[in-house]
Structure formats: structure tokens, C-alpha cells
């Protein structure tokens, strides 16, 4: 079975829609704010922020699908044969950041990419994989919390589990600070091994487990009563995920070098973010457990 | 006249010194505080950081010596033949993030890189090299201060101002932006030609112009009154200097790569940083002025 572009891109909107809603219903006071753009080279998205909710202190859900008649050298450096193809990148991907310091950082994103002719009945074979995965960045750990985000995303992904799960904490790594980024969940790429209507519905599996995942744990935990320390350290962890984002996320790079839409692609950033020279948490305080406990690579549920 | 280790480390420890000094005096509260380092494969540093002063919010002021008996591969890409041989680098770096919006940021680096066997009766002829430079990055720009520092910078680099000057405006650039990081000032690099007295010379004439290009202008511009406005568009702009240093810095990204002192090179980043989604001054604003007048490159003295 051939891939389906159009199936693909139906979803994907779809996915945008449902997830700004589920987030605007829960926050029950910021609402999602659409730039549509397009790309000079070919394709276009629409990028949805909200900026200052109730609950949500910056978040961007963004639909992209970029396509183009040559694949830039920096998409093929990897796969040689595919330069100077056409292609197709679709994706949706969400960077989430919550005002209260309880509330976990999170991200989502799933992908789709097609190179070559995509008719059956064309002269050579298109070339497609799915990518994906999500994954949680406590700045105060509960073991609950860390446990259902495991659990759904296992269930989302099945067999598939504990390499994803894997992945994601090789991928989601500061090597500069020798620490990941957050508690992890599942990451996959270059996925296409059981055809295109199986890969596609665990694309879809992913996609659909994000609110499941999150949801619950911000209702949990965004009425927790805080003050100025919980916020200063918010602050502080943020810069990591600025530094990861900037220097090691390859999705990040791409997009900068490929003349994606800047503020599309950053929109990812904290909306308020603090660095303080060799800061360190004092020994035994709840700041210290987050690195202490949380982030380590470690088993959340059973296999 | 072979390289002298010794007189080019003994002259940055003096510069980092008198810097520190010149700032404090400015600042008139903070003081800076001293970390020195060690690196297991060799070498070290002192990193010297003033927080939360009365004029800078944050100042970095970096010496590093870093030496070891193989170059790393990231260093030698352009040049193969120094593979694996043992190896000296040398520097004082700084930036400065000072707390009213209408004082420049403000960042210089001297260095020296020294390869090979440095003794002259050595079985190989060591290779050897200065760089550095200055730029600054105002908020708010004033005409008087950038042809201030630009004729102090080239008073410090005389025939070769032309050539830096172009050189600064081409390295310290936002690509994915479209936009310079600030109104420039000199870089260099590979620097040897003349031998190493004069490579030398040139190199202290750079660090030692650093004060006297950047302190009548904290001086100047201190003691404006500014307000929550002004304030939060220091914060949006320190963000390009975010991303400058993490996505495009070859400096940061070596250091990172190459184990070197997280802290140490991330002491560059702001104290305090905003992103707000594709945001864009009002036209005809001050803030709009800072783009449109001074983010051009631009002859701002005769040559």
C-alpha cells in the first residue's frame, strides 16, 4: 500500500485541533492565537500560541508540512541517494510551559517524511518514515506522575516500548551536563519496517496518547500552592531546556538551516527563563530530589 | 623569533585582573568572585563572576589555559596535520549583561593557540595562532557611543581595522534571523602573519583597548531612567544573545564539544531572559529604531 499524504496531513490537523482544545479547556482562560504562514520554498503551517493562561504561561502547537521540489544536503547527509529529491516533511509538534513549578514542562511531536515520487505507478519508489514520541520535564518530581506518563505512552506504543523508552533518554540528553533532560517517555524515527497502514496508526497511537498523558497530571498538580523559591528554580531549569533545544536538538538545527520559520521553530522557549552562574541546589532539598531522583534513566513501569 | 607561552599567559592573567578591577571600580558595589578550575586532560582556569552589581546584572570575565597532549579532531578539521599533536589554548573572554537597558552588552576575547613542540630546536616547527575581537550589542542605540567604540577599535588594530571590522559584522551574525547580533566592532583569527612580536602586539593592543572603548559608555548611559518598558525589551533582545551564543557561537560550541567548563563557558548567558512569540517593535518606536538605525552594518568611522 502506498503512502497516503493526504490521510497523513488530515490527521495531523486533526491532531492540532484536538490537543488546543483539550489545553484551552483545561487552562479555562488563555485561547490558542493561529498564524497561518507559507513557506517561499514550498509548503506552510499554521502555528498556534498561547501566551499568559491561567494555567499555561506559554504554549505553541504547531502544524507544519514543508515541501519541496530538492532536498537540501543537510536532510540527506545521512542518505545520499535522496539528494536533490522532491519531499514532503509533515509534522505537529508542541512545546507546553506551565506557570506552576508542580506542573511538568512537556513536548510532543510526530512526523511524517516522504521523498520521491509519490505515485505507485511512478518511475522509482518513494522513500517515507514516521517519527515521534513525547516527553515529561518535572522541575518537582512525583513518582504518580512520572509513572502515568510511562504507563500511557507505553500503552501507545506496545511492543515497541522499551526501545522507544530507550531512545528517548539517548535523544532528550544534555551531554554538556551529563543529565537528561527530564524523565523521558518514548521517541521513534525512521519508522516504516511494517508498511505504511501500521506505521501510520502507531504514529496516530502517539499523537492520541498526548492529552491522555498530560492532562491528568496537570490537573493534579496545577493548584499546589507555591511561592518565589518554587519559581526561582522553574526560572533556572528552563535554561536547560533552552540550552537542549538550541544545542543539541537536531529537529531545531534543521529547521534554522533549512530557512524554516523562525519564530515557528523557537516558539519552543520559555517565556521567562534565568541562568545563575554555577548554581547548585542545597543537599536534601526538594530542588535536589529533582536531580537526585528524577533524573536518572530509569525503569517508570514494568516491561 | 619562536612563540613565548610564558609571556602571552602571563600578559592575559594581568588583563583579566585589570578588567575585573576597571569594571568593579564602575560598578562601585559588586565585586567579582573567583572559581579556578582544573581540567582532568590538562589545564585550567579562573572564572570570575560579579552577580546582581549596581550597574552589571551579571558580568563574566573568563582566563582559561586549556593544553593536552592530542588535539581533539573537532579542532583540527580544517587542519589535518595537526592530528593528535600536543597542544596549548589560551584566552580571556568576557561578556557583560549590565542592568540598565541603555548600557550595551558588551563581550571581548583575546587568544592564543599554540601546536606542536614550541621549543625551537624541536624536531617540528610549532604552528601558532592569535585571535580575538569586541563587539557590543546595544538596546538602545546612540550614534555617539557606536562611533565611539568603533575608533577605539580601530585605533587598537590601525591598517587591519577595515578587514576585522568586516570580519566582526560577518561572525557575530543571526542567520536565522537575518540580523546582527549588535553594531560590531573587531574580529580576528588565524592571526600569525607578521610574526609572532607583532601577532603579539596586536593582540594586547585589542585586549588593552577593551576599557577604554566600553567604560565612557556605562558611564554615559547608567544613570538613564528607564521603566518597566524599557526593561522588557532587554529582556527580549538578550534572548538573540541566547541564541547567538548556543546555536551560531563556534567558541561555545568547541568548548561544549571539547569537555570544556559548562559553567565556565555558559557564564556568557544573560541572568534573566524573555521569548514572546513572533513580538515586533511598533514602527517609529525606540524599540524599532534599535533594528532599522543600528542592527545594519555600517561605516561608523572613516576609514
Redesign the interface.
Given at each position: 500500500m502506498p503512502p497516503d499524504l493526504t490521510a497523513v496531513r488530515n490527521y495531523l490537523l486533526s491532531l492540532q485541533d484536538s490537543i488546543c482544545s483539550g489545553l484551552e479547556q483545561i487552562d479555562g482562560q488563555g485561547r490558542f492565537q493561529e498564524?497561518a504562514w507559507t513557506r517561499p520554498e514550498g509548503g506552510g503551517g499554521r502555528?498556534r500560541?498561547m501566551?499568559e493562561g491561567a494555567v499555561f504561561e506559554?504554549a505553541?502547537v504547531g502544524f507544519s508540512h514543508v515541501s519541496g521540489s530538492t532536498l537540501p544536503p543537510s536532510a540527506t547527509a545521512s542518505r545520499p541517494e535522496l539528494a536533490g529529491k522532491p519531499f514532503h516533511a509533515l509534522g505537529v509538534s508542541l512545546v507546553i510551559h506551565p506557570r506552576n513549578p508542580y506542573v511538568p514542562t512537556s513536548h510532543m511531536n510526530v512526523r511524517f517524511f516522504l521523498a520521491g515520487n509519490p505515485e505507485p505507478a511512478g518511475p522509482s519508489t518513494p522513500v517515507w518514515w514516521f517519527g515521534g514520541g513525547f516527553d515529561l520535564t518535572p522541575y518537582y518530581g512525583f513518582e504518580e506522575d512520572a509513572v502515568h506518563w510511562h504507563r500511557t505512552a507505553q500503552a501507545a506504543t506496545g511492543e515497541h516500548y522499551p526501545h522507544f523508552k530507550k531512545w528517548c533518554d539517548d535523544y532528550f540528553y544534555l551531554?554538556?551536563?551529563s543529565e537528561p533532560r527530564g524523565i523521558g517517555g518514548v521517541f521513534f524515527d525512521d519508522f516504516n519496517a511494517p508498511g505504511f497502514p501500521a506505521s501510520f496508526d502507531l504514529m496516530r497511537s502517539v499523537g492520541d496518547a498526548f492529552l491522555p498523558a498530560y492532562l491528568p497530571i496537570v490537573g493534579r498538580r496545577k493548584g499546589l500552592a507555591h511561592g518565589q523559591r518554587e519559581r526561582d528554580f522553574q526560572?533556572y531549569r528552563r535554561?536547560r531546556y533552552?540550552?537542549f533545544n538550541?544545542?543539541w536538538d537536531r529537529g531545531t538545527?534543521f529547521g534554522?538551516q533549512s530557512g524554516g520559520r523562525?519564530?515557528s521553530?523557537?516558539?519552543s522557549?520559555?517565556?521567562?527563563?534565568?541562568?545563575?552562574?554555577?548554581w547548585k541546589p542545597e543537599p536534601g532539598s526538594p530542588e535536589a530530589r529533582l536531580h537526585d531522583v528524577f533524573l536518572k534513566p530509569r525503569e517508570w513501569v514494568q516491561g
Amino acid at each position: 500500500m502506498p503512502p497516503d499524504l493526504t490521510a497523513v496531513r488530515n490527521y495531523l490537523l486533526s491532531l492540532q485541533d484536538s490537543i488546543c482544545s483539550g489545553l484551552e479547556q483545561i487552562d479555562g482562560q488563555g485561547r490558542f492565537q493561529e498564524d497561518a504562514w507559507t513557506r517561499p520554498e514550498g509548503g506552510g503551517g499554521r502555528s498556534r500560541v498561547m501566551s499568559e493562561g491561567a494555567v499555561f504561561e506559554k504554549a505553541g502547537v504547531g502544524f507544519s508540512h514543508v515541501s519541496g521540489s530538492t532536498l537540501p544536503p543537510s536532510a540527506t547527509a545521512s542518505r545520499p541517494e535522496l539528494a536533490g529529491k522532491p519531499f514532503h516533511a509533515l509534522g505537529v509538534s508542541l512545546v507546553i510551559h506551565p506557570r506552576n513549578p508542580y506542573v511538568p514542562t512537556s513536548h510532543m511531536n510526530v512526523r511524517f517524511f516522504l521523498a520521491g515520487n509519490p505515485e505507485p505507478a511512478g518511475p522509482s519508489t518513494p522513500v517515507w518514515w514516521f517519527g515521534g514520541g513525547f516527553d515529561l520535564t518535572p522541575y518537582y518530581g512525583f513518582e504518580e506522575d512520572a509513572v502515568h506518563w510511562h504507563r500511557t505512552a507505553q500503552a501507545a506504543t506496545g511492543e515497541h516500548y522499551p526501545h522507544f523508552k530507550k531512545w528517548c533518554d539517548d535523544y532528550f540528553y544534555l551531554k554538556h551536563r551529563s543529565e537528561p533532560r527530564g524523565i523521558g517517555g518514548v521517541f521513534f524515527d525512521d519508522f516504516n519496517a511494517p508498511g505504511f497502514p501500521a506505521s501510520f496508526d502507531l504514529m496516530r497511537s502517539v499523537g492520541d496518547a498526548f492529552l491522555p498523558a498530560y492532562l491528568p497530571i496537570v490537573g493534579r498538580r496545577k493548584g499546589l500552592a507555591h511561592g518565589q523559591r518554587e519559581r526561582d528554580f522553574q526560572l533556572y531549569r528552563r535554561g536547560r531546556y533552552v540550552e537542549f533545544n538550541l544545542v543539541w536538538d537536531r529537529g531545531t538545527h534543521f529547521g534554522l538551516q533549512s530557512g524554516g520559520r523562525t519564530e515557528s521553530i523557537l516558539m519552543s522557549l520559555p517565556p521567562l527563563v534565568a541562568w545563575r552562574y554555577d548554581w547548585k541546589p542545597e543537599p536534601g532539598s526538594p530542588e535536589a530530589r529533582l536531580h537526585d531522583v528524577f533524573l536518572k534513566p530509569r525503569e517508570w513501569v514494568q516491561g
